[in-house]
């Protein structure tokens, strides 16, 4: 155990430093994304109705915390790929679970700064009351611990970097036009609707929102509870792990 | 780390090797070698040869069809999280330090392999000294050039070395001053009691710096033995290397030459010593007809084994490209 603590304090200072020129754009092109989104729906509007700033306000964040795992490690993991480094990283003696863990944390540092920014931006464009509950620390954990699992899948089972990079690329577009993040899931066409009961990206939402507003709103109408949603989502994170297991562990 | 094996402590063995990939190329076919606790072991081979899948093996980043790779008492094929902690490896491809230090990319491997901290940093201090990268201590990976990006990782999988370090074509880029500097350095590791495989095309300098060799060539290893046992056959002969001019066609040989291989526009022969006067006279001939540019006589090197084994020439920028069998050439 002290040796898998070990590995993973070192992987952490591995990632920090290996990311180190990137990580302030990094953590600017989430805070664009999620204070940008608040504020460009918000144009569409000459007077936007509370519910829906609110709806939007609780759900950019969590596409802040998605991003950070979905997009960056298929990306960098596909960049090691091209360049070759893949299998120096590979190489090394350290167990992929530490190696995993470390590259969450490093995700979340890069999010959380977004989240705030995109929360407050949020709150001030539309006079907001959030009645955030400390039920906030586990839902974000568990939200960007899963998109970071999620693009670890994405990033070691597709081999063709081109491949890995549309992919995750393709599944932000689902989490942002096809998912009730930003808007109530009773918008959606049925079979949507029911598509995303077992998609991990509205039942992130709802467990956000819902810490973020004292349960006062999940994912709007139709869709399942809180509970439901923290097993959907907790369902996604083992597969993901589990598809993560396999991906690293095989070897042609 | 189960799986015991015959053998002392800490030799490293490969027991008939087999790797065929899906698409059916056979990289590896039955490939024997043993490496012993500071020995230092070269394979040798042209590209595609199977080198770097025979090492990808060893480190677990493939799986071989059949037979069994071992260290000590660990199968490394059962347990490649093993294969990890008692091997440390140097691919061919630079390794992904853009935004390190040199020395910060040193000390940061070292640790991520175990090392204590003041342990790892005197012997980065000592490496970057020793292969004379002081300029560049503090400069990051992106502005560094080919050469020193490799000399920084041949640090990286050194300054903690495993009981067996892998090293794949090391000194690619680097400059011939640094090259001495890095031999000096593989070498000290052997006398550390570190097993060193090092794959390379370079026979010339690897010569002086192996203990054992194995020319491997299609997938099979075709001769094995130290630098000195593979020349002995050569031993009272003379290499006699004939440019042709651009144009010409290769001339007929004498009888009196050996054994002739054309690499490039190079002729080289292998003729007995006593025949250096007519060797001579042959040349200038072929220059005075025009079918010739130069000519140079010399002592037979491992070089001359090498060519009259695979047909290949060993020296860097004939065929310094790498194995790159990623997609199954080997």
């Known amino acids: 155990m002290a040796a898998w603590a070990r590995s993973y304090r070192r992987m952490v200072a591995w990632d920090l430093a290996d990311l180190r020129l990137y990580l ?97 931006t949020g709150v001030v464009r539309y006079h907001l009351h959030l009645a955030v509950t400390p039920v906030i620390v ?105 598809v993560v297991a396999w991906a690293q562990g095989r070897r042609r | 780390m189960d799986g015991a094996v ?36 070269g394979l040798l081979g042209p590209n595609g040869a199977g080198k770097t899948t025979l090492v990808k093996q060893v480190i677990g980043l493939l799986k071989p069809t059949s037979g069994r790779i071992t260290l000590g008492g660990h199968d490394l094929v059962a347990d490649p999280a093993a294969a990890r902690q008692l091997c440390s490896y140097l691919p061919q491809a630079q390794v992904p330090i853009d935004s390190f230090g040199a020395r910060e990319a040193i000390v940061l491997c070292g640790r991520v392999r175990g090392g204590d901290r003041a342990a790892v940093e005197r012997r980065a201090d000592e490496l970057v000294e020793a292969l004379d990268l002081g300029e560049w201590r503090n400069k990051r990976g992106i502005g560094l050039s080919g050469g020193v990006k490799r000399l920084v990782g041949f640090a990286m999988v050194t300054v903690c070395p495993g009981r067996l370090v892998i090293l794949d074509e090391p000194t690619n880029d680097v400059d011939p001053l640094r090259r001495r500097m890095l031999w000096e350095q593989v070498r000290q590791l ?43 056959h050569d031993r009272g002969n003379l290499r006699l290397q004939l440019m042709i001019a651009p144009g010409h066609d290769v001339p007929g040989t004498p009888p009196f030459v050996r054994h002739a291989a054309l690499v490039g526009r190079n002729l080289m022969t292998v003729i007995d010593e006593t025949d250096a006067a007519a060797g001579i006279t042959w040349a200038r001939e072929a220059i005075g007809a025009g079918v010739a540019e130069e000519y140079a006589l010399s002592a037979t090197s491992l070089e001359d084994a090498y060519i009259e084994l695979t047909g290949h020439s060993g020296q860097n920028g004939d065929d310094d490209g790498g194995d790159g069998d990623d997609g199954g050439g080997g």
């Open chain 1, 24 to 120: 302030p754009v990094l953590s600017a092109v989430l805070v664009l994304q999620g204070a940008g989104f608040v504020l460009g729906i918000g144009l569409l509007f000459s007077n936007m109705p509370e519910s829906a700033a609110l709806f939007l306000t609780t759900g950019a964040p969590v596409m802040n915390l998605v991003t950070a795992g979905l997009i960056f490690e298929p990306q960098l993991v596909a960049e090691q790929r091209i360049r070759g480094s893949y299998e120096f990283i590979q190489s090394l003696p350290v167990p992929r679970s530490a190696s995993a863990l470390a590259w969450y944390s490093v995700a979340q540092v890069i999010a959380l700064p977004a989240v705030i920014l995109t929360l407050l």
């Open chain 1, 138 to 242: 586990p839902a974000v954990v568990l939200t960007c611990l899963t998109g970071v699992l999620i693009g670890l899948a994405v990033a070691h089972g597709v081999t063709a970097p081109m491949v890995a990079n549309l992919v995750s690329v393709v599944m932000i577009f689902v989490m942002t036009g096809f998912s009730p993040v930003a808007f109530p899931a009773s918008q959606l066409p049925g079979w949507l609707q029911t598509a995303n009961q077992w998609l991990p990206f509205g039942s992130m939402a709802a467990i956000v929102r819902s810490a973020l507003t004292n349960g006062a709103l999940t994912n709007g109408a139709l869709t399942t509870s809180v509970p439901r949603a923290y097993l959907v989502v907790g369902v996604w994170a083992v597969a993901a792990a589990l």
């Open chain 2, 6 to 41: 015959e053998g002392g402590d800490g030799l490293f063995r490969a027991d008939s090797v087999t790797k065929v990939y899906p698409n059916g190329i056979r990289a590896n076919d039955g490939i024997s070698l043993h490496v012993a606790p500071g020995e230092v072991y």
């Open chain 2, 190 to 232: 052997g006398d550390r009691g570190t097993g060193v495989l090092l794959v390379t095309h370079n026979v010339l300098e690897a010569e002086k710096a192996v203990d054992r060799l194995a020319v491997i060539d299609n997938g099979r290893l075709i001769a094995e033995g130290t630098p000195s046992a593979m020349k002995a």
